[in-house]
């Protein structure tokens, strides 16, 4: 390989195993300097986590990163960004509490006789502030800045320490579409003076924009690679999609009752400007598909009363009810099984009786305040017994059960109080394969008793296994829904990515 060939940055064999989950298997990649190169693939391909190790965030478990043809050891921040890769977080890491110059040199002040030179931050910021081309001064408070104009710090930031590869994850995740365009001139401007840009997003437009190559993950491993003339939206849709779906679903077709929830119009307050019309069935498993940022989670939040509904109705059973709070969800018949459990499911350091208990604390008290105890373990006992929870006895600290045990006590809480809407975010998420069996065959039982089932779902197989019928997001919008016998892989990531499929039903 001559020296013009050799590579900027290359990725050779890398390999990341977490407990239970090979994050990463063999996955190579090359940037050339002044490329952007886009990285994609669905919820879990591993991007996340090959961009963590390039920035010294998480140490491989194999293979080797070179810059410049030789081998390098990004075992630190530090590291990765003394050797020019710098990355920019999804979630801004910045301080609001500080000025805009001492953001982008912070941790790296100059000084002068032992004080901080604030004359110096101030002269280098505007040198990286005017490269970048943000008009602010570098002593303007962070915290007057929109949300696009702190993205072009961070970028300012990494440009101050010298980045040859700046790896940008999902950037325009919270721009505007004016922001967007900057942020997108920017990057041009970045490539034209030869930094090399690693651009993740699930925005296939902007991809196709702006990218000189794609890099396609699946399931950890590389599944391509698309060359400029080859990028387009169906080329990278098949790409990231092209698998078989897994065999474990075993759905049988229920019987389908009447309309137990209908959404009308509601407007979160994280996606305002969009309305969620919709309806479930008891009897009906209705899954909700999208990328990350669609929106999925934030409408779970404001049917269980979590966040307050910025406009619109919900109708349970013919009545239309006032989502205020959790308990007025709880009290018509609505409950949530939360993505992250052991933060907003469980108490973690408490009983397995004492969390199954916690949502009809209410309704068993007794006169006096006391809690009716023989209540509390009647439910305990029916629900580790119907849920077949691996649990030594009803005392045992919920911290020491598996992830699926874990997940089937939050079910248990609200099981117990005999819902008749059962929303699950993610209801799977870091569990093993056996423990997910188990969750599926409850979800058919539930549905069979006459619950309605809404859940969100990163997992593919799990959407296309599961459901009865899909309703599939974009950007806080529901762009449509597809019946069981129309879903497939292609129909729905067209759906997620925001364009529309002839075979959807779509929702204005």
């Known amino acids: 390989m001559t020296e013009v060939d050799t590579p900027l940055l290359e990725v050779r064999e890398i390999g990341k195993q977490f407990p239970g989950v090979r994050a990463l298997h063999g996955v190579n990649l090359t940037v050339q300097q002044a490329e952007v190169l886009a990285v994609i693939g669905e919820n879990g391909a591993g991007k996340s986590t090959l961009m963590k190790i390039l920035a010294g965030v998480q140490l491989p478990d194999g293979g080797q990163i070179l810059i410049d043809g030789k081998p390098v050891t990004l075992d630190s921040v ?3 960004l ?5 990355l920019i977080h999804q979630e801004l890491n910045l301080a609001e509490n500080l000025q805009v110059g001492e953001n982008i040199y912070l941790g790296r002040e100059p000084n002068r006789y032992g004080f901080i030179d604030r004359k110096q931050i101030n002269r280098d910021a505007s040198l990286v502030l005017q490269q970048i081309g943000l008009e602010v001064a570098p002593t303007t408070p962070l915290s007057e800045l929109s949300i696009g104009q702190r993205q072009m710090v961070e970028i300012a930031k990494a440009m101050s320490v010298g980045a040859r590869v700046l ?10 579409s004016a922001e967007a365009e900057r942020l997108f001139q920017v990057v041009n401007d970045l490539r034209e003076r030869g930094v090399s840009i690693i651009y993740i997003s699930h925005r296939l437009g902007e991809v196709q924009a702006l990218a000189d190559r794609v890099v396609v993950l699946r399931d950890g491993e590389n599944a391509g690679v698309l060359d400029r003339d080859e990028i387009s939206h169906d080329n990278m849709v098949r790409m990231m999609v092209g698998r078989d779906v897994s065999q474990f679903y075993s759905r049988e077709t229920l019987p389908i009752g009447d309309v137990v929830l209908s959404v009308e119009g509601i407007r979160t307050p994280a996606w305002p400007e969009h309305e969620l019309t919709f309806s479930i069935r008891s009897g009906e498993i209705v899954g909700i598909s999208g990328l990350v940022g669609a929106g999925r989670t934030e409408m779970l939040r404001t049917l269980f009363g979590v966040d307050r509904p910025v406009s619109g109705r919900v109708v349970v ?13 709880i009290h018509a018949g609505i409950a949530l099984v939360p993505e992250d459990r052991k933060l907003n499911g469980l108490v973690i350091d408490m009983s397995v009786r004492h969390n199954i208990g916690l949502a009809a604390l209410s309704r068993n008290r007794l006169a006096g305040g006391f809690l009716n105890r023989a209540v509390e373990r009647r439910d305990t006992t029916q629900m580790i017994r119907d849920l077949r929870i691996k649990t030594p006895n009803d005392a045992q600290i919920t911290r020491f059960l598996s992830g699926g045990n ?18 699950l975010d993610e209801p799977t998420r870091g569990i093993d394969v056996g423990a997910k069996q188990e969750i599926y065959q409850l979800m058919e039982q539930l549905a069979r008793d006459g619950l309605a089932v809404l859940f969100v779902s990163s997992e593919m197989e799990e959407i296309m296994g599961m459901s009865d019928r899909t309703i599939v997001m974009h950007e806080g919008c529901i762009t449509g829904e597809l019946e069981r016998s129309e879903l497939s892989e292609e129909a729905i990531m067209q759906l997620a990515t925001g364009k529309a499929n002839e ?3 779509v929702i204005n």
């Open 78 to 80: 530090k590291a990765s």
């Open 82 to 86: 003394d050797s020019g890769v710098a």
């Open 167 to 176: 790896i940008m994850d999902e950037p325009t995740s919270s721009l505007s």
């Open 317 to 329: 059973e013919g009545k239309q009810v006032d989502l205020a709070s959790p308990l007025a969800a």
């Open 406 to 423: 874990q997940q089937k006590v939050v079910l248990g809480k609200w099981l117990s109080m005999m819902p008749k809407i059962l929303l």
């Open 503 to 505: 075979g959807a039903t």
